[in-house]
């Protein structure tokens, strides 16, 4: 029987005059991935910035495991269980790969010898094993994509928030991820991910939630959302969905 | 436990040294290199494994000799307790100005500024304040016992200052191989990502401050107990925030070594220049400089560093 | 204490030497807007030219206010060859290297100066160096006054360099945006070097300027940075108009400080606002968000 893991309720953000997330809100199923997808601009970052604490909210409440967590700090949510990758990745330059995965299994390990072992598995689990050695800064796009995914699972999140984890990544990468972030579903992690590359959203997510000019505008599975005409025009333009179906009809 | 015998080693060899030579020359050499050398991982705490870069710790330095001198002054305190409260003091300026600078999130160039402000503040207070002397200065009474923290040669004050330094050497050992280090150098190098993955940023920095504070602290009081006379110039002058900067860039920043081996070229570079060209006022520093920006543009990872890449 | 005739003159010649102080403090917040770092060795190179200007006098009997013509494009080239030559190589880019090596500068020159010069305080005695002209319940000292018109003349040209010429142009599209600038063609090395130039350049003016009423010593720049700071950072750094009024500002309040607590005092009012102003509105009055 699961329930909510997390739930964002009304939540908006001004910017001056621009208001970037109108009212938005979405939940994630305990244990499921939930998909948060939308054209460029529509606020996505914006909304993972406000859930783990790295923006405040103008208005809306995010609540986790059932409590209200609007307006923590970073470390306190991290500390809750809440994970996330950053979109542009944010490595340890001048450490090594093991020393910055270390860095988060430092969370649940006080001692230096269990935290170096907890980040050897970790990195085992995303596949860097061979890289362990190495400096974050010598690592390749792919690379660092997956010490980000490394560092975010170290803490021993119960809530991972994927940004674009797989944006910058060729089609054979991409299809080396995703049976990495299925196994970590498999353990039982709830998963949000913000994602462009559809094809990994339709294999992966088991719902999907479409965010536009800062609104949410469709939720449902990933074979729904692929046909509703209000996505479509969402990222294609208005009467775009009409176009398709008239065009489709002329074959 | 490599690096623990290499500092055995190190601290061992150092303290032969007065058994094998009378020479105050050598010993006073010694003494103020090492003094140097401690102000100097002090300042590496903070700066090299926390990478926030402080232009004023003069200002713990200063506070902690005042503090042990005045207090053995002016009410007859004794200068081993003056030492402990000394180390206080400078160690509580440093957590009340971290707190206040960090709180305010001021980062790099405006945390230089701000330690240097601070530093300045208490320096032209110094310099006009009845209680320290303002431009006379303060004397503090020669009281040559050891329970007075005063000693009749050289020989007892160096095995002090190895001692302090062996101490600070363990300290950035320790922080190496621990929890709190591993954090201070992940807030060092991407802040964000650090609070992504659970630290308390500011907890953490603040911490750094404060124990790099009284590390330079204990500093101070050791100068105030081995010259016996201090005035604003020198508790709370340029020279010390700079050679305290100085030492562990050229040593190599952020390492356990680095303060102790920049502090011997610093001392070295000193008297040799001393001997070349003479004693006058403003050389010595010139050299510095020229020193700083070379290592900085050449070899910024200092002597530790191009040891490391031979290796 | 509070009376007019007391309180007057101590706000205008706070005016005039605010408008002094502005002018270091613009050279400074001219360098972080486009170069983007603390030119930890301003006070140095104030100080340079406090010397040049007084070597000019007492050599060659050149008046301050002529030395100024010569010494400006000198200074200009000097700061345009420390950027271009010193600072920018040896910084590999980094932040923290470019506070390093402007303090590595800001040692070095001030300590030659020490070695050259020892530690004398030396001043000029020009004729109208106590020359007053009266203004209300004022008398203005003649070498501030001019001063304060030298300063306005020399903003007034600056902004016109910056709006209408090709350079000044170059110079704020770096401000903005370098990688946009750099790929529209605008060698930005260049640009910064001239930038480090001209802040050199208004050092060399104040120099000039200051040079009939204050005294040189070899750490005299330094009284006048960490005002310049104070200014900068309470103005907003990168902002023209903000290190105006913040000298103004700052002039008047030392000015005032200095008539009700006497001078030490003064100063540390000056560094107390700045700490507070770091602390609390480090974007300043004009600052962008930093």
Known sequence: MSGEMLRVENVSRRFGGLLALDQAAFFAEQGHITALIGPNGAGKTTLFAIITGF?????????????????????????????????????????????????????????????????????????????????ASDLTVAGRKRLELARALAIEPKLLLLDEVLAGLNPSEVRDMVPVIQAIRARGITIVMIEHVMQAVMSLAEQVFVLAEGRIIAMGPPDAIAADARVIEAYLGHGAAARMRGSAANG | MKRLGIIALVVALLACVPLVTNSNVVLNFLVVALLIALVGQGWNVLGGYGGQYSFGHAAFFGTAAYTTGILQLHYGLNGWVGLVIGIAAGALVGAVTGALSFRSGLRGSYFALVTLAFAEVLRIIASVAPITGAGVGTLIKLDLRPEAFQFQSRAPFYWIILGFVAVSLLIAQRLEASRFGAYLVAVRENEDAARAAGIDVFRIKLAAM?????????????????????????????????????????????????????????????????????????????????????????????????????? | ????????????????????????????????????????????????????????????????????????????CLGYALQRFVIGPAAHGEDRNILLITLGLAVVIENALLYAFRADTRTVNLPYGFSTIEVGPAFLSVPRVIGFCVVIAVTAALYLLMRFTDTGKAIRAVAKEKLGAELSGIDVAHIYAVTFGLGTACLAVAACLLLPTYYVNPHAGNAFVLIAFTIVVLGGMGSVAGALVGGLIIGVVESLCGLFLGESLGQIGIFVIFILVLLFRPTGLFGERA
């Open chain 2, 210 to 311: 404060t124990l790099s504070a009284a590390i330079t602290a204990a500093g101070g009081c050791f100068y105030a107990q081995y010259f016996l006379f201090l005035d604003a110039g020198i508790a709370y002058g340029p020279w010390i925030s700079v050679d305290a900067l100085l030492a562990p860039i050229i040593g190599g920043i952020g390492t356990v070594f680095g303060p102790l081996l920049g502090a011997l070229v610093v001392k070295t570079l000193g008297e040799v220049t001393k001997h070349l060209i003479g004693d006058a006022p403003g050389l010595d520093l010139v050299i510095f400089g020229c020193v700083l920006i070379l290592v900085v543009a050449f070899a910024p990872r200092g002597i530790a560093g191009l040891l490391r890449r031979r290796i």
């Open chain 1, 55 to 135: 923006l405040s909210a103008t208005a809306g409440h995010v609540f986790f495991e059932g409590a209200d967590i609007t307006g923590l700090a970073p470390h306190l949510l991290a500390r809750r269980g809440i994970a996330r990758t950053f979109q542009i990745t944010q490595p340890f330059a001048g450490l090594t790969v093991a020393e910055n995965i270390a860095v988060g299994s430092y969370l649940h390990h006080a001692r230096r010898a269990d935290a170096l072992a907890a980040a050897e598995k970790v990195a085992h689990e995303v596949g860097l094993d061979a890289m362990l050695g190495r400096l």
């Open chain 3, 1 to 76: 204490m509070l009376s007019p005739v007391l309180l007057i003159p101590a706000v205008l010649n706070g005016v005039l030497t605010g408008a002094v102080y502005a002018l270091v403090a613009l050279g400074l917040t001219l360098i972080y807007g486009v170069l983007h770092i603390i030119n930890f060795a301003h006070g140095a190179l104030l100080t340079v030219a406090m010397f040049a200007a007084f070597f000019a006098y007492k050599l060659f009997g050149l008046d301050p206010y002529l030395a100024a013509v010569g010494l400006t494009p000198i200074f200009f």
